[in-house]
């Protein structure tokens, strides 16, 4: 009898070993064989549920994570501030209300850093509510109309919020607008973009929603060739109201709106409720920015969708103004101040105190567009094997995508089974010559493994990298099958 169990035994672990054995095989199968990687920066690290190495390659290399780095910013919110946070945006009134019903003062919107206000994204509330509650708020309190202005009151993050490494090119795209005290739309503006008759011609670019009327906006773009499609740029900085477009959109092409950053958020905010209350019979002098004075009349508070729902759109839809805010917002709660210098610093103090080994962390930002993250796949799985002991992990784990849902994951792996897609739940980062996943894979046999794969500065089109990087995540996905 003792001799079959340790027959039995010895049979699983050759099962065992054969399986990581694929695994690891199909990961140097791969570097000896890809000519696409031969001079690319590759780091490999996949660890079962006890903490075994599966497989590795360069593990303690640490690269680019791109946005894979929400993870880890999603995580160690979800820790901190707890699954059930919620951002506040409060209505105030400073001045005194006649009996006709005048304020003679203003009506401030004070920003408590929700990222969510008049987004379009399915977990936001809808701005038209929001602006309803709000001006319910001011008939209640007797107010018919402000003998002043509607103040947008940007300091929770105090400060310019554009962070210092972020490519210039980055600043005025859409996915590179920045967190704000009061922001407003995701902090993002659409523009209706025509092109002209021939090529060099001035394109027709007019305002289409969520602009700042302030804004001057120069058009240097042309009418670009048939078939050269969409390469506009646009640049603007929170430092002058001034952005500018310029690139070429191929006369060919249908026209369009396109989304650029809005810099000047908390303008646009008042401007846009400024509006909705004249539009209900409310009258105010214009919009402005300005500090709330210390002694005001709290008239309405508005509540964002907890920090959890936030977190899983974040990382469904790689949102990196979410990621940024989040960011801002643990560097405040944990130290008193947002900004990019303190943050950080912050954060890998908090995630270490939590127990988790921060060699080979080097984060710089909280949505991983910055190029001065540098993490390893130790640290990665370090940190997601902390997270799987947590008391939060469930949630954690739910914000976390996997192929084939409507996320940057939808065509991952799709020629697979969708039993298998289902397996994997990570989060995927991509730029310029880097491609990553992170996150963790249910194997049939119900262990959960942590593992990132990580590769940068590979000199090849994205299509040539990408069935080489998920193959190792159909490989996880099979172990111990």
């Not at 490999?44 to 929400?70: F, H, Q, V």
């Not at 490494?165 to 920045?178: F, M, P, Q, T, V």
Request: aromatic share 10%; with cysteine.
């Amino acid at each position: 009898m003792v001799k079959k169990i340790i027959v039995m035994a010895l049979m699983l672990l050759a099962v065992s070993a054969a399986a990581q054995n694929n695994v690891q095989r199909y990961v140097d199968s791969i570097m000896e064989v890809t000519p696409q990687l031969k001079n690319a920066a590759v780091a490999i690290l996949a660890l079962d549920g006890r903490g075994r190495t599966i497989a590795e390659y360069n593990p303690d290399l640490p690269l680019l994570s791109a946005s894979t780095m929400k993870t880890v910013t999603t995580g160690a919110a979800l820790m901190a501030l707890r699954p059930d946070f919620q951002f506040e945006t409060k209505l105030a009134s400073a001045g005194e209300t006649g009996q006709d019903g005048v304020l003679h003062g203003d009506i401030y919107i004070i920003g408590g850093g929700d990222p969510t206000l008049g987004s379009r994204c399915d977990c936001a509330n809808d701005i038209n509510a929001v602006f309803e509650e709000w001006t319910i708020a001011l008939k209640d309190a007797g107010i018919t109309a402000v003998d002043g202005k509607i103040i947008g009151d940007s300091g929770y993050f105090p400060g310019e919020m554009t962070h210092r490494n972020w490519c210039w090119e980055d600043l005025g795209a859409d996915y590179g607008s920045a967190p704000c005290g009061l922001s407003y739309g995701e902090n993002i503006s659409y523009f209706f973009v025509e092109p002209g008759e021939g090529e060099g011609a001035p394109l027709q670019i007019t305002p289409a929603g969520m602009n700042y009327s302030g804004m001057d906006v120069r058009n240097d773009a042309v009418t670009g060739a048939p078939k050269t499609g969409n390469k506009l740029g646009y640049y603007a900085s929170d430092l002058s109201p001034v952005g500018r477009f310029t690139g070429t959109y191929a006369g060919d092409r249908k026209a369009d709106t396109v989304a650029v950053a809005n810099r000047f958020p908390a303008l646009t905010c008042a401007e846009a409720f400024e509006e909705y209350l004249a539009a209900a019979g409310i009258s105010a002098k214009g919009s402005a920015i300005g500090a709330a004075p210390d002694t005001v009349l709290f008239l309405a508070t508005t509540f964002s969708p907890s920090l959890l729902e936030i977190c899983r759109e974040t990382n469904f839809k790689s949102n990196n103004f979410f990621a940024e805010t989040i960011f801002m917002n643990l560097g405040l709660c944990l130290e008193g101040e947002a900004s990019y210098e303190s943050t950080p610093e912050a954060v890998e103090k908090y995630i270490s105190d939590l127990g988790c080994n921060t060699t080979g962390l080097k984060q710089d930002d909280g949505s991983g567009l910055s190029r001065q993250n540098y993490v390893t796949p130790r640290f990665f799985c370090n940190f997601y094997r902390m997270m799987q002991k947590s008391d939060i992990f469930a949630g954690y784990f739910s914000t976390l995508p996997t192929p084939g849902s409507e996320s940057t994951l939808k065509y991952v792996l799709s020629n697979e089974p969708m039993q298998l897609r289902r397996r994997i739940h990570c989060k995927s980062g991509s730029m310029s010559g880097v491609r990553c996943y992170s996150g963790y894979v249910e194997t049939a046999s119900g262990d959960l493994l942590s593992f990132a794969i990580l590769v940068n500065n590979f000199d090849c089109p994205m299509r040539e990298i990408r069935p080489k990087v998920e193959g190792f995540l159909k490989q996880l996905a099979l172990y111990d099958r």
